[in-house]
């Protein structure tokens, strides 16, 4: 039975309830945990803190990730062009693993002996959770309250009221909002229903206020967003950066009905304005760097990286295996992409690459050209030979026979 519990404490109605049912229930020493992965609503990070050792928590310690994030789970994903269901471009998912690392690094440093989430039992962050956990720490037991405590929200904020512990939730708040720097997730509510339209008010990073139409030139390094129109910056920075110059468009909304891991399907809403935009931007670079064969193959694996990432399998082998891949594959995909911005628009305009794959002499129709036309009549006579044979004897030509 654990004595000691790290808990992954968002500050949210749910975490806040948890810590103090841990420590009547359970009879535990709760340590809260809580990670800044870039969240967009301005974060008061010691409020949180101070609510997480009003309900109960022996200790509550924030952890600044944003750039730990950025570099180490974003990039992968933005250079694997990770769009799950070919939508969505993993915002919850990516964040798991880097707080299940923090988890398990303050479990040892506070000699804690299990961990604890706040997910339900229906949803994708459950797993995510446990299974890195498992993955990098599989002596430490896992605890997971809102799965065993049968209480509703509205029992759940008469419980916070009950013990006296802070919240800021109320029977009002009907949505559920997950967001870090790679966008923002927004379930619940009317949006239940896939034939509803979701009301203006839920979005916040794409309100259109741009009316002006203009150009921003992403540079990128071995496959990783480096500098916007010239200006270097970190990863982390320049993903916030984009968030407000594409969102301001009203670009960077997805509505979709995705395939959770449990099984279900489920009506989402996100904004991701600059996670969408860098996709589309790496891709369109790499069609200008990657040679015909390793393009193709890697689009082929591409949709599966997304889902290893979307089920929780971060921390595995065949993520590792396929991460080789793809770091062997984005040596040579660096160099500038142009994205037109006009209201409710991105895209792609130019690109240029010193390791460009695209050669002018080859590809142009006027006096430079120096593609040598007189091989091509061999070249396509072999090409077709199977299926010209196979036409004589047993298709169209063996009629005429």
């Known amino acids: 039975m654990a004595k000691r519990v790290v808990l992954a404490y968002s500050g949210g109605l749910d975490t806040s309830v948890a810590v103090r049912w841990l420590i009547d229930e359970m009879g535990v020493e709760v340590i809260a945990l809580a990670a800044d992965v870039g969240q967009g609503g301005g974060e008061d990070f ?22 730990e994030f950025a570099q180490d ?16 471009p993993l915002v919850s998912a990516l964040s798991r693993p880097v707080i299940a690392r923090h988890l398990v690094a303050a479990a040892r440093e506070h000699g804690a002996d299990a961990v604890a989430h706040g997910c339900t039992g229906k949803g994708n962050d459950q797993v995510r959770f446990e299974v890195s956990t498992r993955a990098l720490a599989p002596d430490l037991e896992i605890i997971a309250p809102v799965r065993s405590w049968g209480m509703t929200r509205e029992d759940a904020i008469l ?27 927004i379930e619940c509510g009317e949006m239940e229903d896939p034939w509803a339209i979701p009301p ?39 993903v916030v950066s984009l968030n407000h110059t594409v969102g301001s468009y009203g670009w960077g909304r997805i509505d979709m009905v995705e395939n959770r891991r449990v099984g279900i399907k489920s009506r989402e809403t996100y904004e991701c304005p600059a996670a969408l935009a860098l996709i589309l931007a790496h891709a369109d670079l790499e069609s200008l760097t990657l040679e015909r064969d390793l393009a193709r193959e ?7 990286y997304a889902e290893l990432i979307y089920d929780g399998l971060w921390f595995s082998p065949l ?11 984005q040596r040579f995909v660096t160099g500038d992409v142009r994205l037109h911005l ?11 690459s010193d390791s460009s794959l695209y050669s002018y002499d080859l590809a142009t129709y006027d006096a430079a050209d120096r593609f040598r036309h007189e091989d091509s009549a061999g070249f396509v006579r072999l090409w077709g030979l199977s299926v010209a044979t196979w036409s004589g004897r047993q298709g169209p030509g063996s009629e005429s026979s």
């Open 73 to 88: 789970y974003v990039a992968p994903a933005l250079r694997a062009n990770a769009l799950y269901e070919g939508k969505y």
């Open 159 to 185: 419980y916070a009221y009950d013990h006296n512990i802070p919240i800021t939730a109320t029977k009002e708040k009907v949505y559920s909002i997950d967001d870090n720097l790679w966008g923002r997730a």
């Open 200 to 238: 203006p008010g839920v979005w916040s990073m794409t309100v259109p206020t741009a009316t002006e139409a203009r150009d921003v030139v992403v540079g990128f390094e071995a496959g990783v967003p480096v500098s916007i129109d010239g200006q270097a910056m970190p990863l982390h920075e320049l």
């Open 319 to 329: 993520k590792q295996a396929l991460d080789a891949f793809i770091d062997e594959s």
């Open 46 to 67: 010691e409020a949180v803190r101070q609510r997480a050792l009003a309900a109960g928590a022996v200790e509550a310690v924030v952890v600044d990730c944003k750039a």
């Open 298 to 304: 890697k689009s082929r694996l591409e949709p599966r």
């Open 342 to 352: 006009e209201p409710g628009s991105c895209r792609v305009v130019s690109r240029r």
